[in-house]
């Protein structure tokens, strides 16, 4: 009597509705994060704040959202992933209703802390729990689909952003992303399945890595470009109100050139990090820092071309944070492994 063969397991089922919900949670937190750098002049008016009090806002938010990333996959490591997730989307829904009624400067931060913990959660989540709704095969193509919501995102905050809150005010816009996040948050209560955690990853995994030789230097020379570029883009608007001079139709023209730009480099990011990857991650923040010296002496002699320099910083910008193309080369020695969810 023959022994039947072993039958492979079948794969398991493709669930892109949930991926296209998980791609919207990333457009709604990366819109949410970038608002407040279109709206900064209005909102600190309206606050009675300084602009820089104002643009502190960006500072709470990527501060929390740093240490939410490093820290939720092991304080959540029993937990229904479906359910952490939903649970981001609700915090952001609070943050954004606390910031479009904030009296003050205290509620605009603390809807900004909880939009911090959403955002830095959701990233060190998303891209896991993506690769476990689909086969393996089509993982490169459902990761490119989660980033793609990151320069819509970038477009949509920095252009509409501006122009919209010209039109019925910056609280009003607030308003607009909480019903997104409302339209996110029922996507996804319908779309995403149960998912018991895999692979808690402890937080001595974070101290391990951290002592490999030159991780230490590479993560601080990454800080140090991200603090740049963030410091640049947070005030970039009074800049161009104050320097550039500007009106509002200039501002938010200028401002679609930036989200533009920035999605033009997205997509160059892969060409140049495939071709030379430390040349790269080299020219461009020097690049970037002469845009920027060259803003702060030669700025306000003509506005086109500080749109061009805005423009084109935008544009550089990408290949210093972009992840790289699912599958590729790049991707694999640039990224590191993803949090297990």
Same mark, same amino acid.
């Given at each position: 009597?023959?022994?039947p063969?072993?039958?492979?397991?079948?794969?398991p089922?493709?669930?892109?509705?949930?991926?296209?919900?998980?791609?919207?949670?990333?457009?709604?937190?990366?819109?949410?994060?970038?608002?407040?750098a279109?709206?900064?002049?209005?909102?600190?008016?309206?606050?009675?704040?300084?602009?820089?009090?104002?643009?502190?806002?960006?500072t709470?938010?990527?501060?929390?959202a740093?240490?939410?990333?490093?820290?939720?996959?092991?304080v959540?490591?029993?937990?229904?992933r479906?359910?952490?997730?939903?649970?981001?989307?609700?915090?952001?829904i609070?943050?954004?209703?606390?910031?479009?009624?904030?009296?003050?400067?205290?509620?605009?931060?603390?809807?900004?802390?909880?939009?911090?913990?959403?955002?830095?959660?959701?990233?060190?989540?998303?891209?896991?729990?993506?690769?476990?709704?689909?086969?393996?095969?089509?993982v490169?193509?459902?990761?490119?689909?989660?980033f793609?919501?990151?320069p819509?995102?970038?477009?949509?905050?920095?252009?509409?952003?501006?122009?919209?809150?010209?039109?019925?005010?910056w609280?009003?816009?607030?308003?607009?992303?909480?019903?997104?996040?409302?339209a996110?948050?029922?996507?996804?209560?319908?779309?995403?399945?149960?998912?018991?955690?895999?692979?808690?990853?402890?937080?001595?995994?974070?101290?391990?890595?951290?002592?490999?030789?030159?991780?230490m230097?590479?993560?601080?020379?990454?800080?140090?470009?991200?603090?740049?570029?963030?410091?640049?883009?947070?005030?970039?608007?009074?800049?161009?109100?104050?320097?550039?001079?500007?009106?509002?139709?200039?501002?938010?023209?200028? !401002? *679609? %050139?930036f989200?533009?730009?920035?999605?033009? #480099? =997205?997509? @160059?990011?892969?060409?140049l $990090?495939?071709? &030379? +990857?430390?040349?790269?991650?080299?020219?461009?923040?020097?690049?970037?820092?002469?845009?920027?010296? !060259? *803003? %702060?002496?030669?700025?306000?002699?003509?506005? #086109? =071309?500080? @749109?061009?320099?805005?423009a $084109?910083w935008? &544009? +550089?910008?990408?290949?210093?944070?972009?992840?790289?193309?699912?599958?590729?080369?790049?991707?694999?020695?640039?990224k590191?492994?993803?949090?297990?969810?």
């Amino acid at each position: 009597m023959s022994t039947p063969l072993p039958t492979a397991q079948p794969a398991p089922p493709s669930r892109w509705f949930a991926v296209l919900a998980l791609t919207l949670g990333v457009f709604s937190l990366v819109m949410a994060e970038f608002l407040p750098a279109s709206l900064l002049t209005p909102m600190a008016d309206s606050l009675a704040i300084s602009e820089g009090q104002a643009g502190q806002a960006v500072t709470v938010t990527a501060v929390v959202a740093l240490l939410s990333g490093l820290l939720v996959t092991a304080v959540t490591q029993r937990l229904d992933r479906r359910h952490v997730l939903l649970a981001f989307s609700l915090l952001m829904i609070a943050a954004n209703l606390v910031v479009a009624f904030a009296p003050g400067l205290a509620w605009l931060l603390l809807g900004r802390v909880l939009l911090g913990i959403a955002l830095g959660g959701f990233w060190a989540l998303s891209a896991a729990t993506v690769m476990r709704l689909v086969p393996e095969h089509d993982v490169p193509r459902a990761l490119s689909l989660l980033f793609a919501g990151v320069p819509i995102a970038t477009i949509s905050a920095a252009a509409l952003g501006s122009y919209l809150g010209d039109l019925f005010g910056w609280r009003n816009v607030f308003l607009l992303a909480t019903a997104i996040s409302v339209a996110t948050l029922i996507f996804q209560y319908v779309t995403l399945p149960r998912m018991t955690p895999e692979r808690p990853t402890p937080l001595g995994t974070l101290v391990s890595v951290m002592k490999r030789p030159g991780m230490m230097v590479g993560i601080v020379a990454i800080l140090l470009v991200f603090c740049g570029h963030f410091a640049f883009f947070t005030y970039v608007r009074p800049f161009l109100e104050g320097v550039s001079h500007m009106g509002i139709n200039a501002l938010s023209s200028t !401002l *679609l %050139a930036f989200g533009v730009a920035n999605f033009v #480099g =997205t997509l @160059a990011a892969g060409y140049l $990090l495939e071709r &030379s +990857l430390r040349l790269t991650l080299l020219l461009m923040p020097l690049v970037m820092g002469s845009l920027g010296w !060259l *803003l %702060a002496t030669l700025g306000g002699f003509s506005m #086109g =071309t500080d @749109a061009l320099m805005v423009a $084109l910083w935008a &544009s +550089l910008s990408v290949p210093c944070r972009w992840p790289g193309r699912p599958g590729s080369p790049v991707s694999c020695r640039m990224k590191p492994r993803v949090a297990a969810a």
